[in-house]
């Protein structure tokens, strides 16, 4: 097993829902409002507290604090990715030492010599 390498790919399915009920209209984002409904909308966000529900996995959460550590870790993570606009930044990974030693490079550099000798012999050869 050392010498296969595993490869797997994580899928993240990420949906957000924004409905917006007004005088019995629906609307699925402020920037569909008329201009008449979207004061009454910016109105209501500084009076009255958003009513919002998280599912995560198919579990419902009622808000943040509920969440199982592991659970809250990965809604942070896609929090993160949501907010840098979908760009996701991996952090600089740097070796603290070379990928091969002197001794693995001389070996090296003296098989691909000696590869390149026995292919310069047998055209030699022929």
Known sequence: MANEMLWFRLAVSI??????????REYSSPADLPPDVRLAYEKALREVPLKTKFVINGEQFANESGMPADVRKLYDDVMGV?????????????????????????????????????????LAMS
């Open 15 to 24: 949906t957000l829902k924004t409905k917006i009920r007004y005088n019995g």
């Open 82 to 122: 949501i907010e840098n606009n979908g760009e996701v930044t991996i952090p600089n990974w740097k070796r603290s030492e070379p990928l091969l030693t002197k001794r693995e490079l001389a070996v090296v550099a003296l098989c691909a010599g000696g590869i390149v000798a026995l292919i310069l012999a047998r």
